[in-house]
């Protein structure tokens, strides 16, 4: 049966995004399924309050070399490119400043110790110093930045990262989800709601199956998550048992968001930013009237993120306003109201925030980059080498996701002008 599409690209986040735009550039017919009512995945901006709030990924993080700067400025939407308050040494309110440099120190010192355990087990946790007083500390950072506890983390990959950083944090003031959401090509086809239940190999391409149907395609690139791809929402062809394994030491940790509403006259300084307690593994960090607006967003990481995972939103309410009184004093609890938090863990299309090697397990993400059969690509924010855990790099890894369907398909092209000339020889001799 013919095509109606190229290709089908499963999941409609950045990386599926990324990968319409390639194959538009190309003028490559392509489908989008995504299965949730919306798309953009794990970016995504929602008004609160009035406020555009970033309820996934909101930092251009390697600003540098994030593709979606330009891609912002392609469609005039601004780019502050000024240091992020969080990028000042956690300056907690009620400060110690002596503690503050000690425990940025004893995490410096843990990230050092790293390199050693990369050649060992490979466990994070195994740079950890037993009777180190900022332990809790460095649990929390590392849970920010990889979203699960050290006992969990690959050393190599959380270094494959951190040595790839360009260290340069940008912002979009309206939003990255609000990005992500408007750079979908005009000419890709779009089919909200429509979650992929199965995907097969043909004689001639692909089918995917849903609840409304087969659709067919030469290729499919699917940028579902590890957690999806791990579980078993989607059936894979025959043979794909390794990619299902890399997806599974992948897993996507936790980390989660609580907004809180500012009431008027409350003294919160705007732009500012707020580390919970230097000695509890589960605090949050503190963005405190981001842009001006009377708003703090606290970030939960690995063991804090447990909270709303295991407790529900008002449990991580609960604990942020114990944190923010114990920062700004008594007088703030009147002054601020839930507005949202998130539970991407919770979500079964996502699963967790972003993923995280397990120790040993760092060359999973270019096992699970490989093609399948050159009918079926795998891209995600998973899959990239180094910029894996964000958007940026969800975006690249659907880019490259695109070019390798794209030699694919030029190839089937070209074989099959091959065979109809070489028939064509045979019938005319
Ligand atoms: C709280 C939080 C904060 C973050 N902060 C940052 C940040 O500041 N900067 C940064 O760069 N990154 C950040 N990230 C990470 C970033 O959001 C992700 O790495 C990136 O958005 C992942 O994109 P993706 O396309 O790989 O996956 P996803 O966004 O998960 O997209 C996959 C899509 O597939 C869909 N899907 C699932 N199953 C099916 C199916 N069966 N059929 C069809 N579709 C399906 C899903 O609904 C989803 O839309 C953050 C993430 C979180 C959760």
């Known amino acids: 049966m013919a095509s109606e599409f190229d290709v089908i690209i499963v999941g409609g986040g950045a990386a599926g995004i990324g990968a319409a735009r390639r194959l538009a550039a190309q003028g490559v017919s392509a489908l989008l399924l995504e299965s949730s009512p919306r798309f953009g995945g794990r970016a995504y901006t929602q008004d609160l309050g009035g406020y555009p709030l970033d309820l996934g990924c909101e930092w251009l993080h390697s600003g540098d070399r994030n593709a979606w700067v330009g891609i912002a ?10 240091d992020p308050p969080w990028a000042q040494a956690h300056p907690g309110i009620a400060r110690n400043e002596d503690d503050e440099e000690s425990a940025r120190q004893a995490y410096g010192d843990w990230e050092e110790r790293l390199r ?3 050649k060992g087990s490979d466990r994070a946790n195994d740079a950890m110093e037993s009777d180190n007083q900022w332990n809790a500390y460095v649990r929390a950072i590392a849970g920010f930045m990889s979203c699960v506890s050290p006992e969990d983390i690959s050393a190599t990959d959380y270094l494959a990262y951190d040595d790839a950083s360009t260290g340069e944090n940008w912002n979009l003031p309206l939003g990255y989800g609000t990005l992500v959401a408007a750079s979908l090509p005009p000419s ?22 849903t609840r409304a149907g087969t659709l067919r395609a030469e290729a499919v690139i699917l940028t579902v998550s590890t957690a999806v791809l791990a579980g078993d929402a989607i059936r894979l062809p025959p043979g794909t048992e390794p990619w299902r394994e890399a997806a599974a030491v992948l897993p996507l940790g936790r980390n989660e968001k609580v907004f809180l509403e500012i009431g008027p006259g409350a003294a919160f300084g705007p732009d500012s930013h707020a580390y919970g307690n230097l000695r509890d593994a589960r605090s949050a960090a503190y963005s405190i009237r981001p842009n001006g607006w009377p708003v703090i967003e606290a970030f939960l990481g690995g063991e804090g993120a447990r909270i709303l995972r295991e407790e529900g939103p008002a449990a991580g309410f609960a604990h942020t306003k114990t944190e923010l009184v114990g920062l700004f004093g008594n007088e703030v609890a009147s002054a601020i109201r839930p507005l949202a938090a998130t539970s991407w863990s919770r979500m079964a299309t996502i699963g967790g925030a972003y993923s995280c090697a397990l120790p040993g397990e ?11 059969e050159d009918r079926l690509f795998f891209a995600g924010e998973a899959t990239h080498p180094f910029d894996f855990t964000t958007a940026h790099g969800a975006h690249d890894s659907g880019v490259r996701a695109a070019d390798e369907a794209l030699v694919a398909l030029h190839g089937r092209v070209r074989a099959g002008r091959r065979d109809a000339l070489a028939a064509g020889t045979r019938a005319a001799g």
Do not use: H, K, M, N
């Open 362 to 372: 760092a060359r999973a993400r270019a096992r699970l980059a490989q093609p399948f």
């Open 116 to 118: 050693a355990v990369t």
């Open 73 to 82: 400025e392609a469609a005039g939407l601004p780019v502050d490119r000024s």
């Open 188 to 209: 890709t086809a779009l089919r909200l709601a429509t979650p992929a239940e199965r995907i097969d190999l043909t004689a001639d391409g692909v089918a995917v199956a």
